[in-house]
Protein backbone atom coordinates (compact mmCIF):
# COMPACT_ATOMS: atom_id res chain seq x y z
CA UNK A 1 0.00 0.00 0.00
CA UNK A 2 1.41 3.33 -1.03
CA UNK A 3 1.47 5.57 2.38
CA UNK A 4 3.78 7.85 3.94
CA UNK A 5 4.73 6.90 7.84
CA UNK A 6 5.71 9.12 10.24
CA UNK A 7 6.65 8.48 13.65
CA UNK A 8 5.85 8.87 16.76
CA UNK A 9 2.04 9.57 16.51
CA UNK A 10 2.24 11.40 19.90
CA UNK A 11 4.84 12.56 21.68
CA UNK A 12 5.20 14.44 25.12
CA UNK A 13 8.72 15.85 25.84
CA UNK A 14 10.40 18.44 28.01
CA UNK A 15 12.05 21.59 26.82
CA UNK A 16 15.93 21.31 25.83
CA UNK A 17 15.51 17.46 25.28
CA UNK A 18 16.32 16.44 21.23
CA UNK A 19 14.14 14.63 19.46
CA UNK A 20 13.28 13.00 15.81
CA UNK A 21 10.43 12.55 14.25
CA UNK A 22 10.63 10.19 11.52
CA UNK A 23 9.39 10.46 8.15
CA UNK A 24 9.33 7.59 5.41
CA UNK A 25 7.11 7.20 2.08
CA UNK A 26 7.16 4.07 -0.21
CA UNK A 27 6.38 5.62 -3.10
CA UNK A 28 9.93 6.26 -4.80
CA UNK A 29 8.48 10.19 -4.63
CA UNK A 30 11.49 12.49 -5.18
CA UNK A 31 10.05 15.50 -3.60
CA UNK A 32 9.23 15.67 0.63
CA UNK A 33 8.43 18.43 3.15
CA UNK A 34 7.40 18.66 6.77
CA UNK A 35 4.54 21.12 7.88
CA UNK A 36 3.46 21.98 10.99
CA UNK A 37 -0.48 23.18 11.61
CA UNK A 38 -1.19 25.26 14.02
CA UNK A 39 -5.08 26.61 15.09
CA UNK A 40 -5.63 29.25 12.68
CA UNK A 41 -2.38 29.51 10.95
CA UNK A 42 -2.89 26.45 8.07
CA UNK A 43 0.07 24.29 7.12
CA UNK A 44 3.44 26.44 7.18
CA UNK A 45 6.00 24.56 5.86
CA UNK A 46 9.37 24.33 7.94
CA UNK A 47 11.73 22.26 5.65
CA UNK A 48 11.58 20.36 2.13
CA UNK A 49 13.65 17.91 0.15
CA UNK A 50 13.69 18.15 -3.66
CA UNK A 51 15.64 15.00 -4.07
CA UNK A 52 18.49 12.83 -1.43
CA UNK A 53 21.04 15.23 -0.23
CA UNK A 54 18.92 18.33 -1.36
CA UNK A 55 17.17 20.46 1.44
CA UNK A 56 15.94 23.84 1.78
CA UNK A 57 14.58 26.07 4.40
CA UNK A 58 10.39 26.31 4.29
CA UNK A 59 8.54 29.27 6.04
CA UNK A 60 9.07 28.77 9.73
CA UNK A 61 12.90 26.45 9.70
CA UNK A 62 14.32 28.41 12.87
CA UNK A 63 14.52 25.32 15.64
CA UNK A 64 14.57 22.30 13.23
CA UNK A 65 16.95 20.45 11.33
CA UNK A 66 16.29 17.51 8.56
CA UNK A 67 18.17 15.47 6.35
CA UNK A 68 17.78 13.38 3.28
CA UNK A 69 20.38 10.53 2.92
CA UNK A 70 17.93 8.16 1.07
CA UNK A 71 15.59 9.18 -1.11
CA UNK A 72 12.49 7.40 1.29
CA UNK A 73 13.52 9.25 4.54
CA UNK A 74 13.16 12.46 5.67
CA UNK A 75 13.42 12.93 9.72
CA UNK A 76 12.70 16.17 11.28
CA UNK A 77 14.96 16.65 13.98
CA UNK A 78 14.58 19.55 17.15
CA UNK A 79 17.69 19.94 19.03
CA UNK A 80 16.43 21.89 21.46
CA UNK A 81 12.68 21.56 21.47
CA UNK A 82 10.83 24.77 23.17
CA UNK A 83 6.86 25.21 24.12
CA UNK A 84 6.80 27.18 21.12
CA UNK A 85 6.78 23.83 19.05
CA UNK A 86 4.03 22.34 19.99
CA UNK A 87 1.70 21.83 17.53
CA UNK A 88 0.93 18.87 14.93
CA UNK A 89 3.20 18.02 12.18
CA UNK A 90 3.08 16.12 8.98
CA UNK A 91 5.27 14.95 6.87
CA UNK A 92 4.30 14.88 2.78
CA UNK A 93 5.53 13.52 -0.39
CA UNK A 94 5.15 14.34 -4.39
CA UNK A 95 6.26 12.36 -7.28
CA UNK A 96 8.32 15.29 -8.58
CA UNK A 97 8.20 19.36 -8.56
CA UNK A 98 5.53 21.04 -10.01
CA UNK A 99 1.79 20.08 -9.75
CA UNK A 100 1.08 17.08 -8.37
CA UNK A 101 -0.91 15.63 -5.07
CA UNK A 102 0.99 15.94 -2.11
CA UNK A 103 0.37 12.63 -0.14
CA UNK A 104 0.70 13.19 3.75
CA UNK A 105 1.57 11.14 6.51
CA UNK A 106 -0.82 10.81 9.75
CA UNK A 107 0.77 13.40 11.57
CA UNK A 108 2.40 13.35 14.82
CA UNK A 109 1.22 16.02 17.94
CA UNK A 110 4.06 17.09 19.71
CA UNK A 111 3.95 18.38 23.25
CA UNK A 112 6.88 20.01 24.98
CA UNK A 113 6.60 21.33 28.34
CA UNK B 1 -1.79 39.72 4.46
CA UNK B 2 -1.89 35.47 4.21
CA UNK B 3 -0.95 34.37 0.48
CA UNK B 4 -4.39 31.79 0.70
CA UNK B 5 -6.94 33.36 2.82
CA UNK B 6 -10.61 31.28 3.01
CA UNK B 7 -13.62 31.71 5.61
CA UNK B 8 -12.51 29.55 8.44
CA UNK B 9 -16.15 29.10 9.24
CA UNK B 10 -17.63 27.67 10.88
CA UNK B 11 -20.53 26.63 8.25
CA UNK B 12 -23.17 24.35 10.08
CA UNK B 13 -25.61 22.58 7.35
CA UNK B 14 -28.65 20.41 7.35
CA UNK B 15 -28.58 17.26 5.38
CA UNK B 16 -29.31 17.79 1.35
CA UNK B 17 -28.52 21.33 1.50
CA UNK B 18 -25.69 23.36 -1.01
CA UNK B 19 -22.59 24.72 0.38
CA UNK B 20 -20.17 26.98 -1.10
CA UNK B 21 -16.83 27.37 -0.30
CA UNK B 22 -14.43 30.28 -1.44
CA UNK B 23 -10.71 30.94 -1.38
CA UNK B 24 -9.04 34.27 -2.85
CA UNK B 25 -4.68 34.00 -2.99
CA UNK B 26 -2.80 36.57 -3.03
CA UNK B 27 0.07 35.61 -5.44
CA UNK B 28 -0.69 36.07 -9.45
CA UNK B 29 2.04 33.30 -11.00
CA UNK B 30 0.38 30.62 -9.13
CA UNK B 31 0.41 27.69 -10.98
CA UNK B 32 -1.71 24.99 -9.06
CA UNK B 33 -5.00 25.17 -7.30
CA UNK B 34 -6.74 22.06 -5.12
CA UNK B 35 -9.32 21.48 -2.69
CA UNK B 36 -7.87 19.07 0.17
CA UNK B 37 -10.19 17.75 3.16
CA UNK B 38 -9.09 17.08 6.44
CA UNK B 39 -11.09 14.78 8.74
CA UNK B 40 -10.54 16.19 13.05
CA UNK B 41 -7.20 14.51 13.85
CA UNK B 42 -6.19 13.43 10.36
CA UNK B 43 -3.75 13.90 7.73
CA UNK B 44 -5.11 15.96 4.58
CA UNK B 45 -6.21 14.19 1.28
CA UNK B 46 -7.14 15.64 -1.74
CA UNK B 47 -10.14 15.77 -2.79
CA UNK B 48 -9.73 17.86 -6.26
CA UNK B 49 -7.56 19.89 -8.26
CA UNK B 50 -9.21 23.24 -9.93
CA UNK B 51 -8.73 23.90 -13.35
CA UNK B 52 -9.03 27.25 -15.17
CA UNK B 53 -12.23 25.53 -17.17
CA UNK B 54 -13.71 24.37 -14.18
CA UNK B 55 -14.28 20.94 -12.94
CA UNK B 56 -17.16 18.64 -11.36
CA UNK B 57 -16.39 14.80 -9.64
CA UNK B 58 -19.69 14.22 -8.66
CA UNK B 59 -21.48 16.34 -6.04
CA UNK B 60 -18.12 18.52 -5.73
CA UNK B 61 -17.53 21.26 -8.17
CA UNK B 62 -14.80 23.48 -8.26
CA UNK B 63 -14.02 26.55 -10.38
CA UNK B 64 -10.95 29.16 -10.41
CA UNK B 65 -11.06 32.59 -11.33
CA UNK B 66 -7.60 33.42 -12.56
CA UNK B 67 -8.32 37.38 -13.14
CA UNK B 68 -9.90 37.83 -9.73
CA UNK B 69 -7.42 35.24 -7.84
CA UNK B 70 -10.33 33.14 -6.41
CA UNK B 71 -11.71 29.56 -5.92
CA UNK B 72 -14.40 28.04 -4.88
CA UNK B 73 -15.77 24.59 -4.20
CA UNK B 74 -19.61 23.97 -4.25
CA UNK B 75 -21.32 20.52 -2.41
CA UNK B 76 -24.41 20.19 -3.39
CA UNK B 77 -26.78 17.51 -1.12
CA UNK B 78 -24.59 17.53 1.71
CA UNK B 79 -24.18 14.16 3.22
CA UNK B 80 -23.39 13.98 6.64
CA UNK B 81 -19.70 12.13 5.72
CA UNK B 82 -18.83 15.56 4.30
CA UNK B 83 -18.55 17.01 7.83
CA UNK B 84 -14.76 17.72 7.62
CA UNK B 85 -12.46 21.30 7.09
CA UNK B 86 -11.63 21.90 3.79
CA UNK B 87 -8.21 23.01 2.45
CA UNK B 88 -7.54 25.32 -0.12
CA UNK B 89 -4.56 24.84 -1.59
CA UNK B 90 -2.10 27.12 -4.30
CA UNK B 91 0.74 26.14 -5.94
CA UNK B 92 3.68 27.86 -6.69
CA UNK B 93 6.85 27.24 -8.23
CA UNK B 94 8.92 24.58 -7.15
CA UNK B 95 6.08 22.50 -5.45
CA UNK B 96 5.99 25.46 -3.15
CA UNK B 97 2.49 24.79 -1.97
CA UNK B 98 0.37 27.50 0.45
CA UNK B 99 -2.32 26.51 2.49
CA UNK B 100 -5.36 28.09 3.71
CA UNK B 101 -6.39 27.55 7.57
CA UNK B 102 -9.30 25.78 6.18
CA UNK B 103 -12.88 26.15 6.08
CA UNK B 104 -15.16 23.72 8.67
CA UNK B 105 -17.89 22.13 7.20
CA UNK B 106 -20.37 20.07 9.87
CA UNK B 107 -23.56 18.88 8.07
CA UNK B 108 -26.28 18.23 10.89
CA UNK B 109 -29.03 15.19 10.21
Known amino acids: EAQVTQNPRYLITVTGKKLTVTCSQN?????MSWYRQDPGLGLRQIYYSMNVEVTDKGDVPEGYKVSRKEKRNFPLILESPSPNQTSLYFC????????????FGQGTRLTVV | RKEVEQDPGPFNVPEGATVAFNCTYS??????FFWYRQDCRKEPKLLMS???SGNEDGRFTAQLNRASQYISLLIRDSKLSDSATYLC??????????FGAGTRLTVKP
Open chain 1, 92 to 103: ASSLSIGPTEAF
Open chain 1, 27 to 31: MNHEY
Open chain 2, 89 to 98: VVGNNNNDMR
Open chain 2, 50 to 52: VYS
Open chain 2, 27 to 32: NSASQS
